[in-house]
C-alpha cells in the first residue's frame, strides 16, 4: 500500500516563507511526476508546481519566481519552497504523485490528504 504524508503547512505572514514537505512510502518501484496543488475555499483544485524524476519543474504563473518545487528521489520526498507569500496563497495544498507499485509494475495516481496553509495580511 503507498500512500503520500504532507508536512510544513500552518500560518505564515505577507512576505514570509514556509516550507512544504511530502513523503511517499509503501511498495513503491519508482515514482514518475510529483506536484503540488491547492484549493481555495469556493475555488477549484489548481496545479501549483510540478517536477519530474529528471527534476524538470514547471509553475503556475501565479507562483513563478516565488515558489521551488524540488524533490528529493532518495527519499521518496517533494518539498514546495513557498517564498514572498500573499494572502491569495491561502488553500489546503495537496501532494500528487505519479507512482509504480505492484507486482505488475502498473502505475497509479496518488494524493495527500492535504496541508493547510494560511496566510495572513
Known amino acids: 500500500q503507498v500512500q503520500l504524508v504532507e508536512s510544513g503547512g500552518g500560518l505564515g505572514q505577507a512576505g514570509g516563507s514556509l516550507r512544504l514537505s511530502c513523503v511517499a512510502s509503501g511498495s513503491i518501484i519508482s515514482i514518475t511526476a510529483m506536484n503540488w496543488y491547492r484549493q481555495a475555499p469556493g475555488k477549484e483544485r489548481e496545479l501549483v508546481a510540478g517536477i519530474t524524476s529528471a527534476g524538470s519543474a514547471h509553475y503556475a504563473d501565479s507562483v513563478k519566481g516565488r515558489f521551488t518545487i524540488s524533490r528529493d528521489n532518495a527519499k521518496n520526498t517533494v518539498y514546495l519552497q513557498m517564498n514572498s507569500l500573499r494572502p491569495d496563497d491561502t488553500a489546503v495544498y495537496y501532494c500528487?504523485?505519479?507512482?509504480?507499485?505492484?507486482?505488475?509494475?502498473?502505475?497509479?495516481?496518488?494524493w495527500g490528504q492535504g496541508t493547510q496553509v494560511t496566510v495572513s495580511s
Open positions: 500528487y504523485a505519479d507512482i509504480v507499485t505492484g507486482a505488475f509494475r502498473l502505475q497509479y495516481q496518488y
